[in-house]
């Protein structure tokens, strides 16, 4: 198995990416990345390589930030900060056109927004996705291939 320091050179730009598309904000994707490493160090005995690293990763940044949420309500969601500022790094330099997906992004169910945002920020497999999300690999295929014909008919409006 890897080393910790190799993990989180190989994972950690995947990690932040996912973090970053949840909370819209760079400073707490990058606290919450932080938190998810510190957490799978602590917790490093209980990879049982059933899964990809990755894959394990994605899932306790998952829960740090459900956690994050918890103690901190009062923070906007990614769907309420990409209308007010557009300050997440993947949509900065983003056209007009990748704005107005995001934008369009958020009005989608949050099964399909979480399977949308994984697959396009987080560039997860749908292997990964279907794991995170407790679904089958399937599930997420279909979801994200719905969703993205949603957004298709939405944005040809």
Known sequence: MQSMEEIYCEYAQTVYRYLLS????????????????????KGIDR?????KISTWLIAIAKNALSSWR???PETKPLESAV????SAESIVS???????IMKTIRLLP?????????RLLGDLSFRQI?????????????TYFRGREKLKKELEK
């Open 94 to 100: 983003a056209g007009d056109g990748e704005i107005e």
């Open 83 to 86: 209308t007010e500022t557009v």
């Open 130 to 142: 279907g794991e995170i999300m407790q679904r089958t690999e399937n599930w997420a295929r279909v």
């Open 110 to 118: 949050e099964d399909t927004r979480e399977v949308m945002y994984m």
């Open 70 to 72: 918890r103690k901190n």
């Open 47 to 51: 990879f049982d390589g059933s899964c």
């Open 22 to 41: 949840r909370t819209g904000n760079p400073d707490i994707a990058e606290e919450l990345t932080q938190e998810t490493f510190y957490l799978a160090v």
